[in-house]
């Protein structure tokens, strides 16, 4: 996960206030066991399992979920002394080390901005393959999001190493929705392309006829140019003037699809910063689960 993406699931989720737990003293009569009781319980939950998306801390976390501060759904609870004792010992241990995570975030990575979108590019060694891509990437946004309409921009705002990730700003929250959507159709698009692979491999294991084969080839072609032609026109109307079809837009429209099709095939991704709203975030098809999306368009016209 990105630097930034860490920073700001650290901010918004309010995790490091939340880990903070009430301990006092329960009263006891006789020779009851003494017992501690625990408070704040359902706030601690929550920024503990706010702070399982960043994938850290993975074992701290799992030995929370699995012992007695998650045995209920209660804000408080009682524990015997000798294990109240140990388990204030991790709450507090726990909470240094996420403090201290933090201060190093802040320290390295600046503030999150808005109208932010993040790429990662397909893994290369080769420059000219890098160049190509960044190329590829600049026409696919540019084509789409920088008119009078969206008011997108342009910007590179950050890049990061290890896997090559660049943070680009893009002007507008129209921009950051249609490129949301455009990533869509194109992870659409990309899954008809590996569902055309598989079946082609599949009939090339029965050894049909190469006419066949290839009007098979053909046929796919056309699914797929039809189905560009659909996404491309529902973008469309969803972003533009759709009571007048701009056809080189359409067109514009068309050939950022088949590119960034081409550039997820390749391994590439790209997603929404963590601060933009929730129902913009969700026009991003999740890029783990991208053989298990289903166009827009469907689900438009059930």
Do not use: C
Not at 78 to 91: F, G, H, Q, T, W
Not at 174 to 181: D, K, N, P, S, T
Not at 227 to 245: G, I, R, T
Request: charged share 25%; hydrophobic share 40%; proline share 3%.
């Amino acid at each position: 996960m990105k630097l930034k993406d860490l920073r700001s699931i650290f901010i918004n989720s309010n995790g490091i206030q939340d880990i903070n737990i009430n301990t006092n003293p329960a009263p006891t009569q006789g020779n009851q066991t003494p017992l501690m009781i625990f408070g704040n319980l359902i706030a601690f939950r929550k920024g503990v399992i706010n702070l399982e998306q960043s994938d850290l801390f993975k074992k701290e976390i799992s030995e929370f979920k699995n012992g007695i501060l998650f045995s209920t759904s209660d804000d408080q609870i009682r524990v015997v002394i000798p294990e109240a004792n140990s388990l204030v010992n991790k709450v507090n241990n726990f909470k240094s080390v996420v403090n201290s995570f933090h201060t190093v975030l802040d320290q390295i990575v600046g503030e999150a901005k808005d109208n932010i979108i993040s790429i990662k590019f397909p893994q290369t060694n080769d420059l000219d393959d890098l160049a190509k891509a960044a190329n590829d990437l600049h026409i696919i946004f540019s084509q789409v999001i920088i008119n009078d309409k969206i008011e997108g921009q342009i910007k590179i705002d950050n890049v990061e190493s290890g896997s090559i990730w660049i943070d680009i700003f893009v002007g507008s929250l129209l921009a950051v929705r249609l490129i949301g959507q455009l990533t869509w159709s194109a992870a659409v698009v990309y899954k008809k392309i590996q569902e055309g692979r598989i079946v082609e491999k599949f009939v090339n294991a029965l050894n049909v006829k190469n006419d066949s084969l290839e009007d098979m080839r053909q046929k796919q072609k056309d699914q797929l140019a039809l189905l560009v032609e659909l996404e491309a026109n529902h973008l469309y109307d969803d972003n533009f003037d759709s009571s007048k079809k701009d056809s080189e837009q359409i067109e514009r429209l068309k050939n950022s699809i088949k590119l960034l099709a081409e550039l997820i095939d390749k391994g590439a991704e790209v997603h929404p910063s963590l601060n933009v709203p929730e129902q913009v975030s969700n026009l991003f098809p999740k890029m783990e689960n991208i053989l298990t999306i289903e166009s827009q368009i469907k689900k438009l016209s059930q």
